[in-house]
């Protein structure tokens, strides 16, 4: 797939500032995500990448919204992309091309994301919600890039609710310095009135981390389960020194405990795939 704007191809819009704007922001090699606004004929596209409304000529023929994953191989002198897709027919092969979406998405985030913390001297600090939602009005493109992943989560969450296990949100603020976090919100019988919510994240030194927490009435539970247990101790030693904020909750802490080898996958494949 070629992106038109160089001057020399032969397809063309006002002048060569979006193409010169999208090659300042990318390098060949990264992966980016874009939305098909309307199609042409002769499998060309207006296609939206980051903001910047590009044509695009198509190898295969997509809806009017649809979310596509790309490829940069070439900034210079034609900017050229590499659409990539997911192969498969059938209820499983939809799940794994939106789980796959969702990872992208999620990652493509995360690349914006981690920069703009470093710069804002936010990293390896607690994050606030709203000092999240700070950071994405000021930066347009980081915004474009949590909604994209937000998006995409939403049909996973639908099939998780459809299979009766909960629902799923993504709040990388809650874990900002770690990668792929994902919360599972379940919901047991209303008879009984337990909220579980799980938090899981990648930490650079934990491993895949999940945090339990088991809600009912005024009573509140939390469990920590970690890929890597070797850091339990440090990480229980941790929570008792840090007092919690003044709460009408009785929380109870039950400790760090190894997260099993089966769930080394993380939470959604877990969920969606195993029975």
């Not at 980016?32 to 903001?51: H, Q, T």
């Not at 596509?68 to 997911?86: A, C, M």
């Not at 994209?148 to 099939?159: E, F, K, Q, V, W």
Request: hydrophobic fraction near 40%.
């Amino acid at each position: 797939m070629r992106i038109s704007g160089s001057g020399t191809g032969g397809f063309s819009f006002d002048g060569d500032s979006r193409s010169d704007r999208f090659r300042n922001r990318h390098r060949p090699g990264q992966k980016v995500r874009g939305v098909l606004l309307k199609n042409l004929p002769d499998s060309m596209a207006w296609v939206d990448i980051d903001g910047e409304r590009l044509l695009a000529q198509l190898e295969t023929a997509h809806a009017e919204g649809s979310r596509l994953l790309f490829l940069i191989q070439q900034l210079v002198p034609h900017i050229v992309l590499k659409e990539l897709t997911g192969g498969g027919q059938g209820r499983t092969a939809t799940t794994l091309s939106r789980v796959g979406d969702f990872d992208s998405a999620r990652t493509l985030f995360e690349n914006r994301f981690r920069p703009a913390l470093k710069q804002a001297g936010l990293f390896g600090r607690p994050l606030s919600l709203p000092a999240f939602l700070a950071l994405l009005a000021a930066s347009p493109p980081l915004l474009a890039a949590y909604q994209d992943a937000a998006n995409c989560a939403c049909p996973l969450s639908r099939a998780l609710q459809d299979a009766n296990k909960g629902i799923l949100v993504y709040q990388p603020w809650l874990s900002p310095a770690a990668l792929r976090q994902a919360t599972i919100i379940r919901r047991a019988q209303e008879a009984s009135r337990l909220t579980e919510t799980v938090v899981e994240f990648d930490h650079a030194r934990m491993g895949l981390t999940r945090v339990q927490f088991l809600r009912k009435a005024d009573a509140l539970s939390c469990r920590v389960q970690l890929q890597h247990p070797e850091h339990a101790s440090d990480l229980s030693r941790y929570l008792d020194s840090h007092s919690h904020p003044e709460t009408t909750l009785q929380v109870q802490f039950l400790g760090v405990t190894k997260l099993p080898r089966a769930s080394h996958s993380g939470l959604l494949p877990e969920l969606l795939f195993k029975q």
